[in-house]
């Protein structure tokens, strides 16, 4: 087991990574910039792993935030890296099943957030450690089931964010006004101009009406391989 401390080089945030759990990878710093949180809402991180999108957001807003992790290991890191970071009395890890959110945290929520397993299954290699395929593949929850409990989680006109692959929006799309989480905003993310996007960055309110936004994709890198100028003000380079 190895860890390592990593400088986030944002208000002077460190990050423990450990090389047996799941590494935190762009997605999960997009999806933090993405949601909207407000100065004392309750936000809740669904999946949190070592709780990279509870620490890069409560740096930044004055608000109550539980990171829900069923692995032990990547739950315990997550409080280690709340303590890192002095955010402890604004980030508490609740180590359990997402589908039980509503009854670990004991309230409604303002904001849930996920970025969840990507993949079914049945649908790649899963020849590595089991804490990794947890992270990776829908063994331990289906997406039907994180939306399920989001929806729970949250009353009329709360709202959820999440990140997925743009080669399931159909189907998120279709569990999401299922469970009354009506897409506000719908942004794709591609690697480069004129690059097929692999990813879909949702908000979706609680029983909102319908219609949505579709601004432009979120472009990741210069035909040279630098980052965009708006990747640049996402990871606050200067």
């Known amino acids: 087991m190895t860890e390592r401390i990593e400088d986030l080089q944002y208000k002077g945030l460190r990050f423990i990574q450990n090389s047996e759990y799941f590494a935190f990878g762009t997605d999960a710093v997009l999806l933090a910039r993405f949601a909207t949180c407000k100065k004392n809402e309750t936000i809740v991180d669904f999946g949190t792993g070592t709780g990279i999108i509870p620490v890069l957001l409560a740096a930044d807003t004055d608000a109550k935030f539980y990171g829900i992790e069923l692995q032990e290991g990547p739950a315990s890191l997550a409080q280690r890296n709340a303590e890192l970071n002095g955010l402890s009395d604004k980030i508490t890890i609740l180590n359990g099943d997402i589908r039980n959110a509503y009854q670990m945290v004991g309230k409604y929520a303002d904001v849930v957030i996920c970025n969840p397993p990507y993949d079914k299954p049945l649908s790649g290699a899963q020849k590595e450690k089991e ?18 409990s989001a929806a729970a989680m949250l009353q009329t006109a709360g709202r959820f964010y999440m990140i997925h692959r743009t080669s399931r929006l159909a189907e998120l799309i279709y569990l999401l006004k299922e469970h009354r989480l009506e897409p506000k ?40 391989g630098s980052y965009t100028k708006e990747m640049k003000e996402i990871y606050h380079l200067g």
């Open 131 to 148: 804490s990794l395929k947890i992270a990776r593949y829908e063994i331990a929850i289906t997406i039907k089931e994180i939306i399920a």
């Open 185 to 224: 905003t719908i942004r794709l993310v591609q690697s480069q101009v004129g690059k097929t996007p692999n990813y879909v960055l949702i908000a979706c309110k609680k029983d909102a009406k319908e219609g949505v936004d579709i601004p432009a994709p979120l472009i990741i890198y210069e035909k040279d």
